[in-house]
């Protein structure tokens, strides 16, 4: 007996951190047979009390650290593991953001790996002499008697939602059921191909089928009928075939066949010279007599009698003469198709056409052949080819094929464009950290165009050819399509992608090759971080501001971050890239902590081919030439309303819709708000029409050909019936008030009837490649106008564009929350920045109520400097980050009074921790913004402290609380 093997392991189930315990991991034996297999970061299945669950092994030890008799041994292995990099990552992720480690390493799990335990009941064959009391306790017998096992939570299945439970809880006490824990498999595995090879030349098939061969009395007599030499007679046809009468019939009434009736013959039986005696002698006086013995002497055969009418004297003669003789012939049987049809027909009777199909395919394409195209081809099924396998007529065989959601892309390679000189300075100092080698953060802050991408791609080439790989990081998934096309082109065949519109082989399948470390590139949204890259050597965070970086479900990890943590254990290069880089970000590459690079030009398009109204463009790269950024008209709203202009869009906009469409150009129009009407209130009594479960104002949306007008939640997706009257008063005095992307859209058709106008929004967007197949059709010029949300706000790159209007710049300004500012500048920015990308020049006009908000006036001048400078005044007067850190505890329940009792219970139990603690700051308890979101109330508290998550380590929050630190919204 070899040496002991001991595994501490993190179970894949919620479990809360202690005081004095970093995480809660739970010690298991490795049996001997098991431990050859056994490493830190392997899937296990482990026993947890009454059930099964998944788990991951972060140590091993060969010393017990518990008592012996208290531990358990793994129940098996998983077929996946993490590497350890990614086992640091988790325990980072854990302390840092106060969340169940088990949460952290589920991020890194290959997609749909994860059973779910679960119970299953059996009889116990031992308990043979138990007496059932009750209905029930039969009931549950006798099922398990015909299922053998059930699982617990399928029971109301078959028996219903009441009565049972107490009859269970008796048997499985009195050992009459037996229940034993199960863990679900998984949802997702390796797809595999089956495919069919031939093995028998074709003259033995019919052989090799008999077996399979069905019986059929119908079949017979068509087999027998096509083979057949001369007519056969149906007796003959009944004998052969051993078949009824009523066989033949009934393939007489399906057309198949035809039965010829008896006939009767006159034949000769005197030699022919005494026929001639006795025509010469009939003579005159036996006329009839003369004229059938002529025909006997004339005809080749027999006469029927059909021929020989009014004659029955003559005929009656002649026999009694010895001349001749009437004979009579059975009834015949004759096919009424072709014989190969018929043949075909006794296959089909038989069961044998679907057969004969699947191997004539085979025999056709000289190949193997896949199950799917046999199925198409044939219409057959998989025991049909099991079955043929079973005879010996084929062979199948399963081959694992990779679900790739690129397959099929054709990628052009392109050849590294020349640099400007701002982007080889800062391709330098990258490229010397790469050389370096470590951890390196970076901080590229570049205009819109000013060549980021560029500068990723270097850092890649350089990073895959000193073998290690890189992940990019995209705030969107819509813009997955343009970066794999860029990013392919230039390193086809090495990039992976990884976003949640995917389907679940996808990801199960492209998880599995970064794994075995086939792929150079990943590229996705946030949990594209979590790739398991053997050795990861760049991390690329794209639009670093964006907050879709943060995770709105625990453990609420912010992807910026925790790149730039995976930088450190990796030693790993980090490019944080933007136009308007998060404030926070910034202030650290000011003080020094990331290494600040800046590309403050932009790349023009140059016009290659002006035979057309519009010139063709392309990209700059032999005289690369840079522009500033386009010039920023603010219109003041309010003083629209006063000149009586009450319209969606001011004069300055429609006037500039007009010049670009008559120029042929294009233009994109913003509003954050997708809908119609962003609230709908009665003009009589004021009512206004809320979301019964969150509270909130519901969007009114005119809807399609398929589906008409609705009321949505934008928080809940819940849709409502308009109603054509108000429920308070009853009134039709109804008004809809605000505007989304939808009356947009229809503004600008009321306007310009001619013009090609395309929406991209979340209700636009509902499949995997709806988003491209829309803006594909706008950057091929098939439109004149795109109307959008967020969406079309980054990191797209259309010359053509000369004209972005931002309908309102107010949506987000002035919600009570600490990024409004920050959140509004950086869109007008990013929005600004998709015109003037070409020798055609550009503009961007912003419509506002608050013209002389700092946002709007220092995003209209493209001035980050100043914006950070008075944003952070702000900040550090109210010590807010980045100049302290924050955390928000948020409270839901089902009533607002115990809401905000739990809140208050909490803040005073704070306070007293607190006490006079230096540079912590609590706010609230208060209700949230949207203080009722999907039938819940909502309460927070918000800490302002150099080390919040210290702080929070002291206490055990009540259950209810959720604790997100480093928040990205207060509302």
């Known amino acids: 007996m070899g040496e002991r093997l001991y595994a501490e392991v993190v179970v894949n189930l919620p479990l809360r951190s202690g005081k004095d315990k970093p995480f809660p991991g739970f010690h298991y034996s490795i049996p001997e047979h098991l431990r050859s297999e056994a490493y830190v970061g392997r899937g296990v299945v482990v026993p947890f009390g009454p059930r099964l669950v998944q788990g991951v092994i972060f140590s091993l030890n060969a010393v017990p650290p518990i008592e012996e008799e208290r531990i358990k041994p793994i129940a098996s292995f998983l077929d996946f593991s993490l590497l350890p990099y990614q086992l640091r990552l988790a325990e980072w992720m854990s302390r840092y953001y106060l969340a169940p480690i088990s949460e952290c390493v589920a991020l890194m799990f290959p997609p749909g790996i994860g059973g779910k335990a679960r119970s299953v009941l059996r009889l116990n064959p031992e308990a043979v002499h138990f007496t059932p009391e009750n209905e029930w306790e039969k009931a549950i017998i006798a099922l398990l008697q015909e299922k053998g096992e059930v699982r617990i939570d399928r029971l109301e299945e078959f028996l219903g939602p009441r009565g049972w439970h107490s009859a269970l809880r008796r048997l499985l006490k009195e050992g009459v059921v037996i229940r034993q824990p199960i863990l679900t498999p998984p949802l997702v595995g390796p797809k595999r191909l089956v495919y069919a090879f031939l093995l028998t030349p074709r003259k033995d098939w019919l052989r090799l089928l008999e077996p399979l061969r069905r019986k059929s009395t119908k079949a017979k007599i068509l087999e027998y009928l096509a083979r057949a030499g001369p007519i056969p007679s149906l007796r003959e046809v009944l004998e052969a075939t051993s078949s009824p009468r009523q066989s033949i019939r009934q393939l007489e009434e399906e057309g198949l066949v035809k039965i010829i009736p008896p006939s009767r013959f006159l034949v000769p039986i005197a030699p022919k010279e005494e026929l001639i005696k006795a025509k010469e002698k009939a003579g005159k006086r036996a006329k009839t007599k003369a004229a059938v013995l002529d025909l006997l002497l004339s005809a080749k055969g027999p006469i029927p009698l059909e021929e020989l009418k009014d004659t029955r004297g003559a005929l009656k003669a002649l026999e009694e003469e010895g001349l001749a003789k009437v004979v009579e012939e059975e009834e015949q049987v004759i096919l009424t198709v072709a014989p190969e049809e018929a043949i075909r027909l006794a296959w089909k009777e038989q069961g044998l056409s679907t057969y004969l199909a699947i191997l004539e395919v085979l025999y056709r394409e000289k190949e193997p052949v896949s199950a799917g195209n046999l199925y198409a081809e044939t219409g057959c099924a998989f025991r049909h080819l099991r079955e043929l396998e079973e005879a010996g007529l084929i062979r199948l065989v399963r081959e694992e094929v990779a679900r790739d959601p690129l397959a099929g892309l054709v990628f052009e390679e392109a050849a590294p464009p020349v640099l400007t000189p701002e982007q080889e300075k800062a391709w330098e100092e990258i490229k010397a950290g790469l050389e370096a080698g470590g951890f390196h953060p970076y901080l590229l802050f570049g205009v819109t165009g000013s060549g980021k991408t560029e500068i990723y791609l270097r850092a890649i080439e350089e990073t895959l050819r000193r073998g290690r790989q890189a992940i990019v990081l995209i705030p969107e998934i819509s813009l997955t399509p343009q970066t794999v096309r860029r990013f392919g082109s230039r390193f086809p065949g090495k990039i992976a992608v990884i976003h949640s519109k995917l389907s679940l082989g996808e990801r ?397 219970a909490l803040y005073q139990k704070l306070s007293s921790l607190i006490g006079s603690s230096e540079g912590v700051k609590l706010i609230g308890p208060v209700p949230c913004f949207h203080s009722r979101l999907r039938g819940r109330y909502r309460w927070q508290i918000i800490i302002l402290a150099p080390n919040p998550q210290a702080l929070l380590a002291e206490i055990i929050l009540p259950a209810g609380w959720k604790v997100e630190v480093d928040p990205v919204s207060l509302l």
């Open 508 to 904: 199960y399948d492209t998880w599995r090759r970064i794994r075995r470390g086939e792929v150079g590139i990943v590229i996705g949204p946030r949990s594209a971080l979590f790739a398991p890259l053997p050795n990861p050597g760049l991390i690329v965070v794209d639009e670093e501001h964006d907050r879709s970086y943060k995770s709105q479900k625990r453990p609420y990890y912010h992807a910026r971050d925790v790149a730039m943590q995976l930088g450190r254990i990796t030693g790993s290069v980090v490019i944080l890239g933007s136009a308007t880089p998060d404030l926070a970000s910034f202030y650290r590459a000011k003080s020094g902590e990331i290494r600040l690079l800046e590309l403050p030009k932009r790349i023009l398009w140059r016009p290659q081919d002006f035979k057309g109204k519009v010139p063709v463009l392309l990209r700059e790269r032999d005289d690369l030439c840079s522009t500033g950024l386009p010039p920023v008209e603010i219109v003041d709203m309010r003083e629209e309303f006063k000149a009586g202009h009450r319209g969606i869009f001011s004069r300055a906009l429609i006037k500039a819709l007009e010049g670009t469409l008559a120029a042929g150009e294009q233009a994109i129009l913003f509003l954050n708000r997708r809908g119609t009407a962003t609230f709908v209130v009665c003009r009589d009594c004021g009512y206004v029409a809320k979301c019964r479960r969150c509270d909130v104002p519901l969007t009114y949306h005119v809807g399609n050909r398929t589906k008409g007008p609705s009321f949505l939640c934008h928080h809940c997706g819940r849709s409502y019936q308009v109603p054509t009257s108000c429920p308070a008063c009853l009134s039709r005095n109804i008004r809809y008030f605000g505007l989304g992307t939808e009356k947009v859209e229809e503004e600008v058709l009321r306007l310009f009837p001619d013009a090609r106008v395309l929406r991209l929004d979340r209700d636009t967007v509902v499949w995997k490649y709806a988003y491209q197949i829309i803006l594909e059709k706008f950057a091929s010029r098939q439109a004149d106008v795109l109307v959008g949300t967020q969406m079309i706000a980054k990191g797209l790159d259309l010359p053509y564009v000369t004209l972005v209007g931002v309908i309102s710049a107010d949506t987000a300004l002035h919600l009570p929350d600490l990024w409004s500012a920050e959140r509004t500048f950086q869109l007008l920015m990013q929005v600004a920045g998709r015109a003037g990308r070409s020798p055609l020049g550009g503009r961007v006009i912003i419509q506002t109520y608050t013209p002389d908000h700092y946002a709007v006036e220092l995003a209209a001048s493209h001035n980050y400097e100043g914006f950070f400078q008075k944003e952070m005044e702000f900040r550090r007067f109210h010590s807010y980050p980045p100049f302290r850190g924050i955390a928000r505890l948020l409270y839901h329940g089902s009533s607002e009074k115990e809401c905000r009792e739990r809140a208050e």
